[in-house]
Nanobody
Framework: QVQLVESGGGLVQTGGSLRLSCTVS????????MGWFRQAPGKEREFVAA????????DYSDSVTGRFTISRDNAKNTVYLQMNSLKPEDTAVYYC????????????????????WGQGTQVTVSS
């Protein structure tokens, strides 16, 4: 059994920052590529960022590049999403996801490639 728990969401003003955390339990954390996705009301879930098992590779959606940073601490079984310069359009429920079988970075933006998901944490950016 693998469980993911997100934390760090909240309400911030436009231009502010938040850091999301996702802690994984149940299997060796270093065996998973990790991703962040988000879903806004009335919209489909979309890819935000991903990081490889060794943290040597990262990927970001065009909408967050330059503002968000994904990182991981394998000793703490935790992946982070540092979000800076937040905009109202960043408002969404943010989900952490773990992928055990991904072997090629070209697929990290596909949500169906991920095996386990957290319950989500709400991020609201006010104007």
């Amino acid at each position: 059994q693998v469980q993911l728990v997100e934390s760090g969401g909240g309400l911030v003003q436009t231009g502010g920052s938040l850091r999301l955390s996702c802690t994984v339990s149940g299997r060796t954390f270093g065996n998973y590529a990790m991703g962040w996705f988000r879903q806004a009301p009335g919209k489909e879930r979309e890819f935000v960022a991903a990081i490889s098992r060794s943290a040597t590779s990262t990927d970001y959606s065009d909408s967050v590049t330059g503002r968000f940073t994904i990182s991981r601490d394998n000793a703490k079984n935790t992946v982070y999403l540092q979000m800076n310069s937040l905009k109202p359009e960043d408002t969404a429920v943010y989900y952490c996801a773990a992928a055990f079988t991904i072997i090629n970075s070209r697929v990290v933006r596909r949500d169906k490639e991920y095996d386990y998901w957290g319950q989500g944490t709400q991020v609201t950016v006010s104007s």
